[in-house]
């Protein structure tokens, strides 16, 4: 257990499963339909857009989970071939339908992050968006490892960092917060995060917070040692 939380009872782990179809196709809707949430989805994808804007073109990239394709569509401007994996096939075939524009580069796979079928070195990118921080921590460092694992050199990874003002909303709202994802209750230390890409073969190239006030998140880029 992350040592930020020592003295606090972790929840179910309840992310792992595929979702139901019209949980599915309500994701977006639910999560980036109101101001705010337009406002962190901007954000998240400028952070991205940047990192990406660095790396060579026509990367192959590993975007796991998928989801519904909201951040695979900002990785297929960068790269020459992707495969959106994700759990659930409900899922996969949202993303399906809103990446049609550019359904010519991508494959679509039913992969499970704790234990990703795919070679060592596979993949030139892999991106691990909004998974961390609804999992346990020794299953965080499991899928740590596996999207290492499948990394020829660079991680895009993003987790939940304990403090700051996002904290003080939830501890707010939570009641309303755990209608919608009663199962994001994994927050880590950015040192111990750090520490923990560290001692798995990688160094952090850029550390980003995005959206400090209401949101939680911090993006991580990855080089993986050679």
């Known amino acids: 257990m992350d040592p930020s939380n020592k003295n606090k009872m972790p929840r179910p ?48 990239v590993l975007d796991l989970p998928c989801g519904t394709g909201r951040i695979s569509r900002v990785l ?14 409900d899922m996969l075939a949202v993303a399906r339908q809103n990446l049609a524009p550019v359904n010519n ?9 704790e234990k990703i079928d795919f070679p060592n070195d596979s993949f030139d990118l892999v991106a691990t968006i909004k998974l961390m921080h609804l999992l346990p921590y020794e299953i965080q460092l499991r899928v740590l490892r596996e999207i290492v694992r499948v990394s020829k050199r ?20 939570r009641k ?4 919608i994802n009663p199962s994001s209750d994994y927050p880590r230390q950015v040192r111990d995060v750090i520490q923990e890409c560290k001692e798995n073969g990688c160094e952090v190239r850029g550390l980003y917070y ?17």
């Not at 792992?16 to 309500?26: E, T």
């Open 105 to 113: 580069k991508v494959v679509y796979r039913e992969l499970d992050a």
């Open 176 to 179: 309303k917060f755990d209608e």
């Open 76 to 89: 297929s401007e960068y790269t020459s071939s992707i495969v959106c994996g994700d759990i659930s096939q």
């Open 210 to 226: 995005t959206f400090r006030l209401f949101s939680s998140e911090v993006i991580l880029f990855l080089e993986k040692r050679k």
């Open 13 to 60: 782990y309840e992310a792992k499963g595929d979702y139901y179809r019209d949980q599915a196709s309500s994701y977006d809707s639910i999560r980036f339909s109101s101001f705010k949430g337009r406002l962190y989805a901007d954000l998240q994808k400028r952070i991205i857009r940047k990192i990406l804007s660095g790396l060579p073109k026509g990367l192959s």
């Open 154 to 173: 660079w991680v895009i990874v993003t987790y939940a960092y304990a403090g700051g003002m996002s904290w003080v909303k939830d501890y707010l709202f």
